[in-house]
């Protein structure tokens, strides 16, 4: 079996193949818009509200009055008392129920709290959706024992930093070549191996590992102070420069038994049905980030002012501001909309929490980049720069880096497209079967046409006609409505473009990445207008018109995208592009790079530090 082959098996078998509950995403990029399974959206009790209310309030005014977020931006470390602040507050437990000392809070407030906080500061975001969202709570939570959650949750709650174990040096999103070991040794694990990229890492105090054990990945809750595990560096990057995150050994580390989450094997399952909701919390902090960059877009257009008019008022910079104010109401949306039906738990979200991850991901980075272009010179420079010569310290670039790391977070862009567009494509693939399969034999390909003939006998005249056709369809949306309709008739053109997509490529349509990201992207698009659709329509009770004209310009400029994208499905370079690059990899076009100088390779060689022996609890704010 090649390489590629055992990758794909170990990818395939982590998936969750069942579909027990009814999926809105699932159903768009089959080309039927199940608007029911969303609207109206579901709404939390009043309980829920008050409680999820109150906290916002607390950590609105703990952050007001005890955080500099440029102190930690210029430090590149978040002040000790400022989590003991965030412990005494309950913010390390918001996920965590109360009947283990957490705050219990829902889904929904739980995001909110996190776009608050990232509108604030992102590296505290980081510190508190790593510990509750990937950490040792989530997985706990759905897949721990009674004991395990009686061990550990209470200890999380009250503030003990968790972290997330699983890249490695070698190994990013390919974890058939997870390389760290679990051996099992009496009623102990002993784990080998290196770990990268450990937020958290480097101050955690407990762990949740990742290793093989025997040919299948198994996860561990893993004390961080026990002998044998070596922080060896605190990694420092280009935005977000307050997390702790490191590179972590493990040798010969013993590990109790029954620290063992789920069963052996159980790993890569349980990572990902973590992340079903833990996704969640990025998007969230994307939103806090868009919302802000809102807010600066709207002060700045007005205030400054060219060739005698506001800069908001010239169309350049207009439609900019209306793109950046938009979006940002549509990414708040989806999360609003993606939370509610976490909490409510009659729907299996997967496919809708990957879109808000990739969309939100995507569209927050595009928004403050933007803004940087609205701000010019001041976007580029410094907050501590610009408030050292007396002007408002507004941190725009910071912002710009804090964000650029979420499009590569928990499932790079790339990834996250061939994820979904794997979801998408599920029915396909499961009627097709043995008909696209290259090993099989005639007598299965004749067996799996014939399945394949009544189910698209059954499924391609539903994409002829809908709702999206009738012109009063949807009228409950007023002014919306037309939106709704292109909707409904764009995930039907969606799915017929797949099934095209599908009969001319057949088994090799995995391998059509530039095809496969832009049907996600237009199932994105899709997804977003019906959330911005939804939102408006609650939101004018309380915003009158104001909330329904945002919505109507930002499904526009939706349109817009989404339509460009069914052009470039059929018309592109993507072949081209492939071509070129195999050549470049040859070396062909290496004159192309004549007449530089690479500062990695041309510059005075240093030699690298001798990594350091100290435990994670010696180098809590040690390491450089």
Known sequence: ???????????????????????????????????????????????????????????????????????????????????????????????????????????????????????????????????????????????????????????????????????????????????????????????????????????????????????????????????????????????????????????????????????????????????????????????????????????????????????????????????????????????????????????????????????GSEMAWQIVDELVQIRGGRGYETAESLQARGERGVPAEQMLRDLRINRIFEGSTEIMHLLIAREAVDAHLSVAGDLIDPKADLRAKGRAATKAGAFYARWLPGLVAGAGQLPNSYSEFGPLAHHLRYVERTSRKLARSTFYGMSRWQGKLEHRQGFLSRIVDIGSELFAMTAVCIRAQEDAARHGRGALEIADTFCRQARLRADELFTRLWVNSDATDVRLTRRILAGRYAFVEDGILDPSTDGPWIAPATPGKATAKDVHRDIP
């Not at 003991?84 to 705050?103: H, N």
């Not at 439609?319 to 950046?324: E, G």
């Open 1 to 359: 079996m090649t390489e590629y082959a055992k990758a794909r098996e170990v990818a395939e078998q982590a998936r969750e193949t069942e579909w027990a509950r009814p999926s809105f995403g699932k159903e768009l990029f089959l080309g039927r818009f199940r608007l029911d399974l969303v609207h109206p959206a579901p709404q939390l009790s009043e309980q829920q509200t008050r409680k999820g209310e109150r906290f916002l309030q607390t950590l609105t005014t703990f952050l007001r009055d005890s955080v500099d977020p440029s102190v930690i931006e210029r430090s590149a470390v978040i002040p000790d008392e400022v989590v003991k602040g965030l412990r005494a507050v309950g913010a390390f437990g918001m996920t965590i129920d109360e009947q283990y000392g957490g705050l219990g809070l829902s889904h929904l407030y739980y995001c909110r709290a996190l776009m608050l906080v990232a509108s604030y500061s992102p590296a505290l975001a980081a510190l508190l959706s790593a510990h509750q969202s990937i950490g040792v709570p989530q997985p706990l939570r759905l897949f721990g024992t009674p004991e395990q959650k009686q061990r550990f949750l209470p200890r999380c709650a009250q503030g003990e930093i968790s972290a997330f174990l699983l890249t490695e040096p070698d190994v990013g999103s390919d974890p058939a070549r997870l390389a760290t070991t679990a051996v099992r040794d009496g009623d102990a694990y002993v784990l080998d191996g290196v770990k990268l990229w450990t937020t958290n890492g480097v101050v955690a105090d407990l762990l949740v590992v990742m290793a093989r054990t025997g040919t299948r990945i198994s996860a561990f809750v893993v004390e961080a102070d026990a002998p044998g595990i070596t922080v060896e560096h605190r990694n420092a990057f280009m935005g977000l420069r307050g997390i702790e995150n490191g590179v972590t050994r493990f040798h010969k580390v013993r590990v109790p038994a029954e620290n063992l989450i789920g069963r052996e094997g159980q790993g890569l399952k349980i990572a990902l049905t973590t992340l079903n909701t833990g996704r969640l919390s990025l998007p969230a902090t994307c939103a806090g980030a868009a919302k802000w960059a809102a807010k600066i877009a709207r002060e700045w257009g007005a205030e400054r002012v060219q060739w005698g008019r506001p800069i908001g008022e010239h169309e350049a910079v207009a439609r900019k501001i209306s793109f950046i104010t938009a979006t940002a109401y549509a990414v708040e949306a989806v999360v609003d909309l993606a939370g509610r039906l976490a909490d409510d738990e009659s729907n299996d979200i997967r496919i809708e929490a990957a879109l808000a991850k990739l969309y």
